[in-house]
């Protein structure tokens, strides 16, 4: 952890990035981590003709803060990970090479390779509500502005635990 606070390096997969752009919330992370890495090839993924207009014309033109970084060797027990897509994986290798303090990643298969591998995780709903703890964001406005598929029972638990956050003195 730095001294302000931040996480030192954080590997993202494409997930929290597409929604963190799509709600206006990309700039939560130079201010939640120290360093941001992207793979060259969830770069890629977010540049296809499929993705949102706004989310590729972010990465095309990246801001300062973030890296995007040159592919990695996918370890063997990765690559036979069928479950895994090809950002999910490159993203795991990318984490164990700089060895990252945290993984940003929504995919239930990538998210328990990840935490398989010993390394923190968290998804795009963690990250706000930690950007709200933080007092970055407010989480109900942010919840409101995404099309994130979510349990309701989760997404009451992130708001009731906002509430009683915000209700102390």
């Known amino acids: 952890m730095a001294s302000d606070g931040r996480v030192r390096c954080v590997v993202a997969d494409a997930g929290p990035l597409h929604y963190l752009v799509l709600i206006g919330q990309i700039d939560l992370l130079p201010q939640l981590f ?38 990695a060797a996918i370890p063997d027990d990765l690559q036979l990970a069928a479950a895994l897509d090809h ?4 993203a795991l ?23 398989g591998k010993g ?13 709200a703890r933080r007092g970055l964001v407010e989480l109900p406005a ?14 009451d638990l992130l708001l009731a635990q906002d509430r009683q956050r915000r209700s102390r003195p």
């Open 119 to 131: 390394f923190v995780v968290i998804g795009t709903l963690g990250l706000l509500a930690r950007a």
């Open 87 to 90: 950002g999910e994986r490159a």
């Open 34 to 71: 120290e360093r941001v890495l992207v793979p060259q090839t969830v770069r890629d993924e977010l540049t296809r003709a499929r993705t949102p207009p706004s989310v590729r014309a972010w990465i095309i033109r990246p801001p300062a803060w973030l890296r995007i970084a040159p592919p």
């Open 93 to 115: 290798a990318l984490a164990v090479s700089v060895a990252a303090d945290l993984i940003l990643m929504d995919d239930r298969a990538g998210v328990a390779a990840a935490r």
């Open 142 to 155: 942010a919840l409101r502005a995404t099309n994130f598929h979510m349990r309701q029972d989760l997404m």
